[in-house]
């Protein structure tokens, strides 16, 4: 039997790699990236893919071999007497060490484009208020004067309109719980936080409509806060804009 | 040591141990019931545990189905439980549904089954101990639990239901009574249960750092110790530095939700209509708080499983443990450094984005410690003579499996990628690589491996390996498919996803998971069979059936009150399998060493 359980223990990689393998071509793989920093985490994505795809081969792997070469029912060598290496105990300290050191360093700039370095510090004005409440998302944008919490702001509910190819500064914010702005084609995950205003900046690069998710528990209606990204180009936007303020001062 | 034992009858070898009469002589309710002895209230523990497994994993069948087949009548039970809605689950319940099953599993059987099963057996047994240093303090641990099996229980029938906020119990969702039905009143029950099992482990953990300090057989020193022993010290000692943090972040919610202190809650909400009180406070405080306990608890709910597959996989490759000096560095590395990775938790929480980076770091060499332990594992069984016993086949794939789930985890040590797979089914299938694949897998193994110890009976080989194979591959039909989920950016935690253009092509994998999950939850049943089968007619054990060298195995099967028969003496560590001292294969810590061989030398350890 110890054949068949070595056996067994080699489908996890073959298995572990063929779903992988698989995956991407028959359409089950991360959604399309329409953004201009996405490529980067998609990037990183891929990397630590291959590098831990690797380890991850390498011991399961030295796993079924050990089992297979050691089985005591075929085994006739004596044991290895030995308590150890000190060697490959510092080899195998300080490989994965400077590994997991690099990968981390490798991922800061990527972190600091979309996280750290807010156009908003830079002057770049806020393009739209999202609002998180249960259970879905209300949106303010500044009007024509450019700025929010003037009589001209266009209030709009889930159907989040932006012009493409340019910087988008979103001010994220809850009235109630907890929720997450989740623009899965943009790569773009951030909570909103009660008390706080989060700036949240991204851009995209095609037009079209995609999904708005909310990715954090926000009660009992969670699954159904779902609202709807338009990415449109900046004159369709400009119009879409107006038509919306329009409507909004024909019912006052 | 002046331990008063309850019932404690005199052998010999006793060592400056109290005798009291018992209070009832032989009776039922303090040998089986309110016992001190720590075998006993580590098989209550194991009961326990058990049959709440049976409801956690219940809980996550139904959470499988809505994911299958959102909305659809539950088959034989649907009626029952749900006739209001005609059978289907109903959008709030399904919060509750994952929120209890993480509680339970996490509080109700991972935690008290490693730490109060197998710690509470285990630790005096493998040093040499009769007893707990503390048998009352030991008794209280147990019974500690039931106040909180009553109130998660008892929620599920209070106005509003059980607890829906997850099992992270985020405010305000779950500060603020109106936010959600099971903040009601599920909540508050929730809460305090969660704090009498903090008073448990608490108890526990103080036992048990004792017990190890103070009580261990003469010549049992520090690094003589059994992996599994070291794991449960190191365990216990992050139970009693992180418990307190939780403990207090626990009564502020409690005192948010019932007395209107917004510790969690900032001003001016307005929840579901209703207003949610002066606020002042800050919601992220909570996050801080209880990842600083549950960051850490995510290793008291390993260590123990890898100390007993060390253990494991020594005896069955009948082999010296490779590196026992660095695995009991990495544990305890991994235990300090536990205590500096909680913001990882909260990369996308709105935390100071610099704070990511840092925590970025520390989360990365975390794994460091990981990868040297599975290293030596591998080390263990290369060059050994590896029987394929059930125990064992269960502990080769607790490394197997962690494997997977520690290279999971760096994906999400990545702070970029962590904006893409937060939240998705990525950390469902990480989470339960890590505790399904790792912790659950090595505690069958520990069962498989100690039950004969606990019970004087082995269990079934053949039902053994049918149940772990069957386990093996729907484990991995069910969790190692979420990882695709979370490349396609699957969320958790959502009731119906399909309405979401991006994920609506994933049901069908869904319901490629969902059957696999039934037929793990099916594979079960064997296990169950297979347990109360043999503890009345599995065929009688030897003290060693496994012929193993830690000193558990030279006590009777079961052992009596007091454990051992003699005063255990150890003359050496616990791996010694194949020593060219003697001639059998394994080589029992309390054997005196042949003429001529100086009992102190130190057999090498990793150098």
């Given at each position: 039997?110890?054949?068949?359980?070595?056996?067994?223990?080699?489908?996890?990689?073959?298995?572990?790699?063929?779903?992988?393998?698989?995956?991407?071509?028959?359409?089950?793989?991360?959604?399309?990236?329409?953004?201009?920093?996405?490529?980067?985490?998609?990037?990183?994505?891929?990397?630590?893919?291959?590098?831990t795809?690797?380890?991850?081969?390498?011991?399961?792997?030295?796993?079924?071999?050990?089992?297979?070469?050691?089985?005591?029912?075929?085994?006739?060598?004596?044991?290895?007497?030995?308590?150890?290496?000190?060697?490959l105990?510092?080899?195998?300290?300080?490989?994965?060490?400077?590994?997991?050191?690099?990968?981390?360093?490798?991922?800061?700039?990527?972190?600091?484009?979309?996280?750290?370095?807010?156009?908003?510090?830079?002057?770049?004005?806020?393009?739209?208020?999202?609002?998180?409440?249960?259970?879905?998302?209300r949106?303010?944008?500044?009007?024509?004067?450019?700025?929010?919490?003037?009589?001209?702001?266009?209030?709009?509910?889930?159907?989040l309109?932006?012009?493409?190819?340019?910087?988008?500064?979103?001010?994220?914010?809850?009235?109630?719980?907890?929720?997450?702005?989740?623009?899965?084609?943009?790569?773009?995950?951030?909570?909103?936080?009660?008390?706080?205003?989060?700036?949240?900046?991204?851009?995209?690069?095609?037009?079209?409509?995609?999904?708005?998710?909310?990715?954090?528990?926000?009660?009992?209606?969670?699954?159904?806060?779902?609202?709807?990204?338009?990415?449109?180009?900046?004159?369709?936007?400009?119009?879409?804009?107006?038509?919306?303020?329009a409507?909004?001062?024909?019912?006052? | 040591m002046?331990?008063?034992?309850?019932?404690?009858?005199?052998?010999?070898?006793?060592?400056?141990?109290?005798?009291?009469?018992?209070?009832t002589?032989?009776?039922?309710?303090?040998?089986?019931?309110?016992?001190?002895?720590?075998?006993?209230?580590?098989?209550?523990?194991?009961?326990?545990?058990?049959?709440?497994?049976?409801?956690?994993?219940?809980?996550?069948?139904?959470?499988?189905?809505?994911?299958?087949?959102?909305?659809?009548?539950?088959?034989?039970?649907?009626?029952?439980?749900?006739?209001?809605?005609?059978?289907?689950?109903?959008?709030?319940?399904?919060?509750?549904?994952f929120?209890?099953?993480?509680?339970?599993?996490?509080?109700?059987?991972?935690?008290?089954?490693?730490?109060?099963?197998?710690?509470?057996f285990?630790?005096?047994?493998?040093?040499?101990?009769?007893d707990?240093?503390?048998?009352?303090?030991?008794?209280?641990?147990?019974?500690?639990m039931?106040?909180?099996?009553?109130?998660?229980?008892?929620?599920?029938?209070?106005?509003?239901?059980?607890?829906?906020?997850?099992?992270?119990?985020?405010?305000?969702?779950?500060?603020?009574q109106?936010?959600?039905?099971?903040?009601?009143?599920?909540?508050?029950?929730?809460?305090?249960?969660?704090?009498?099992?903090?008073?448990?482990?608490?108890?526990?953990?103080?036992?048990?750092?004792?017990?190890?300090?103070?009580m261990?057989?003469?010549?049992?020193?520090?690094?003589?110790?059994?992996?599994?022993?070291?794991?449960?010290?190191?365990?216990?000692?992050?139970q009693?530095?992180?418990?307190?943090?939780?403990?207090?972040?626990?009564?502020?919610?409690?005192?948010?939700?019932?007395?209107?202190?917004?510790?969690?809650?900032?001003?001016?909400?307005?929840?579901?209509?209703?207003?949610?009180?002066?606020?002042?406070g800050?919601?992220?405080?909570?996050?801080?708080?209880?990842?600083?306990?549950?960051?850490?608890?995510?290793?008291?709910?390993?260590?123990?499983?890898?100390?007993?597959?060390?253990?494991?996989?020594a005896?069955?490759?009948?082999?010296?443990l490779?590196?026992?000096?660095?695995?009991?560095?990495?544990?305890?590395?991994?235990?300090?450094?536990?205590?500096?990775?909680?913001?990882?938790?909260?990369?996308?929480?709105?935390?100071?984005?610099?704070?990511?980076?840092?925590?970025?770091?520390?989360?990365?060499?975390?794994?460091?410690?990981?990868?040297?332990?599975?290293?030596?594992?591998?080390?263990?069984?290369?060059?050994?003579?590896?029987?394929?016993?059930?125990?064992?086949?269960?502990?080769?794939?607790?490394?197997?499996?962690?494997?997977?789930?520690?290279?999971?985890?760096?994906?999400?040590?990545?702070?970029?990628?962590?904006?893409?797979?937060?939240?998705t089914?990525?950390?469902?299938a990480?989470?339960?690589?890590?505790l399904?694949?790792?912790?659950?897998?090595?505690?069958?193994?520990?069962?498989?491996?100690?039950?004969?110890?606990?019970?004087?009976?082995?269990?079934?080989?053949?039902?053994?390996?049918?149940h772990?194979?069957?386990?093996?591959?729907?484990?991995?039909?069910t969790?190692?498919?979420?990882?695709?989920?979370?490349?396609?950016?699957?969320?958790?935690?959502?009731?119906?996803?399909?309405?979401?253009?991006?994920?609506?092509?994933?049901?069908?994998?869904?319901?490629f998971?969902?059957?696999?999950?039934?037929?793990?939850?099916?594979?079960?049943?064997?296990?169950?069979?297979?347990?109360?089968?043999?503890?009345?007619?599995?065929?009688?054990?030897?003290?060693?059936?496994?012929?193993?060298?830690?000193?558990?195995?030279?006590?009777?099967?079961?052992?009596?009150?007091?454990?051992?028969?003699?005063?255990?003496?150890?003359?050496?560590?616990?791996?010694?399998?194949?020593?060219?001292?003697?001639?059998?294969?394994?080589?029992?810590?309390?054997?005196?060493?042949?003429?001529?061989?100086?009992?102190?030398?130190?057999?090498?350890?990793?150098?």
């Amino acid at each position: 039997m110890g054949r068949f359980w070595s056996l067994l223990f080699l489908t996890v990689p073959i298995f572990g790699v063929g779903l992988f393998w698989w995956a991407p071509g028959a359409g089950y793989w991360l959604p399309k990236d329409i953004s201009e920093h996405g490529h980067q985490i998609d990037h990183l994505w891929t990397f630590i893919l291959i590098l831990t795809g690797l380890v991850f081969v390498a011991t399961e792997m030295l796993l079924f071999w050990f089992l297979w070469r050691y089985d005591a029912t075929k085994n006739a060598d004596p044991i290895k007497y030995t308590h150890g290496s000190h060697n490959l105990e510092v080899i195998w300290t300080i490989l994965p060490a400077a590994t997991l050191l690099f990968i981390a360093i490798y991922q800061m700039n990527a972190w600091a484009d979309v996280k750290i370095n807010n156009p908003g510090a830079k002057g770049l004005p806020t393009t739209v208020e999202v609002t998180g409440r249960q259970f879905e998302w209300r949106l303010r944008y500044p009007g024509k004067d450019g700025k929010l919490g003037t009589p001209d702001d266009i209030y709009h509910v889930n159907d989040l309109h932006i012009p493409v190819n340019e910087e988008i500064l979103v001010s994220l914010k809850s009235s109630d719980v907890l929720h997450d702005f989740f623009l899965p084609n943009l790569r773009v995950k951030q909570d909103a936080v009660p008390g706080m205003a989060i700036p949240v900046w991204f851009k995209a690069t095609e037009t079209g409509e995609f999904d708005l998710v909310c990715a954090e528990l926000c009660g009992w209606g969670h699954y159904k806060m779902k609202g709807q990204l338009t990415v449109q180009s900046k004159q369709d936007y400009e119009e879409w804009l107006e038509t919306t303020f329009a409507a909004q001062e024909a019912t006052k | 040591m002046s331990t008063s034992v309850l019932g404690s009858h005199s052998h010999e070898g006793d060592h400056a141990h109290g005798h009291h009469q018992p209070l009832t002589v032989g009776g039922f309710l303090s040998k089986y019931v309110f016992s001190l002895d720590h075998k006993v209230i580590g098989i209550q523990f194991l009961f326990s545990t058990l049959l709440w497994f049976v409801v956690g994993g219940l809980l996550a069948l139904a959470v499988r189905w809505q994911l299958a087949w959102p909305w659809s009548d539950m088959p034989v039970v649907g009626r029952m439980l749900f006739s209001a809605e005609g059978g289907q689950i109903s959008p709030e319940f399904y919060t509750m549904l994952f929120t209890m099953h993480a509680s339970v599993m996490i509080f109700f059987v991972i935690i008290p089954i490693l730490a109060g099963a197998f710690g509470n057996f285990l630790i005096p047994l493998m040093i040499g101990a009769d007893d707990m240093a503390f048998p009352v303090l030991n008794m209280l641990s147990y019974w500690f639990m039931w106040p909180a099996f009553f109130c998660m229980t008892a929620s599920f029938f209070v106005t509003g239901g059980a607890a829906a906020a997850g099992w992270t119990a985020y405010p305000t969702l779950s500060a603020v009574q109106s936010a959600a039905p099971g903040s009601e009143n599920g909540q508050t029950l929730w809460l305090i249960g969660l704090i009498f099992v903090g008073i448990s482990s608490m108890m526990g953990s103080v036992n048990y750092m004792t017990t190890i300090i103070q009580m261990r057989a003469p010549g049992m020193n520090l690094f003589r110790m059994p992996m599994t022993i070291w794991a449960m010290f190191i365990t216990a000692v992050l139970q009693a530095f992180a418990l307190p943090v939780l403990t207090a972040a626990l009564f502020m919610q409690l005192l948010d939700r019932l007395l209107y202190t917004g510790f969690f809650i900032p001003e001016g909400l307005t929840v579901n209509n209703v207003s949610a009180g002066a606020g002042g406070g800050q919601v992220l405080l909570w996050q801080h708080l209880f990842w600083f306990y549950s960051h850490p608890a995510v290793y008291i709910m390993i260590l123990p499983a890898m100390g007993m597959v060390s253990d494991i996989i020594a005896c069955f490759a009948r082999k010296p443990l490779f590196g026992y000096k660095p695995m009991v560095y990495s544990i305890s590395g991994i235990a300090a450094l536990g205590f500096i990775v909680w913001g990882h938790h909260m990369f996308m929480s709105g935390m100071n984005p610099y704070l990511g980076m840092t925590f970025m770091v520390s989360t990365m060499m975390i794994a460091l410690p990981s990868a040297v332990k599975v290293f030596n594992w591998l080390g263990t069984i290369w060059g050994g003579k590896i029987q394929f016993t059930t125990p064992m086949l269960f502990a080769l794939s607790f490394v197997a499996m962690f494997i997977i789930g520690g290279l999971s985890g760096i994906f999400m040590a990545a702070t970029p990628v962590d904006i893409f797979i937060h939240d998705t089914y990525f950390i469902v299938a990480h989470i339960h690589y890590v505790l399904f694949g790792g912790t659950a897998f090595g505690v069958f193994g520990g069962i498989y491996f100690w039950f004969p110890k606990m019970f004087g009976r082995m269990m079934n080989e053949f039902w053994g390996k049918v149940h772990f194979f069957l386990s093996f591959i729907f484990f991995n039909g069910t969790f190692y498919t979420m990882h695709i989920l979370g490349a396609g950016g699957f969320p958790r935690r959502l009731a119906d996803p399909y309405h979401y253009e991006t994920f609506k092509h994933l049901q069908t994998m869904n319901q490629f998971i969902t059957i696999c999950a039934l037929g793990m939850g099916a594979a079960q049943l064997i296990f169950a069979a297979n347990f109360i089968y043999s503890l009345f007619f599995g065929p009688k054990c030897g003290r060693n059936p496994w012929h193993a060298n830690s000193l558990e195995w030279m006590a009777p099967s079961p052992p009596g009150h007091g454990n051992f028969d003699v005063q255990p003496i150890v003359y050496r560590g616990p791996y010694e399998y194949g020593s060219p001292e003697v001639d059998s294969d394994y080589y029992p810590q309390t054997q005196p060493p042949p003429e001529g061989v100086d009992p102190n030398a130190d057999h090498g350890h990793g150098h």
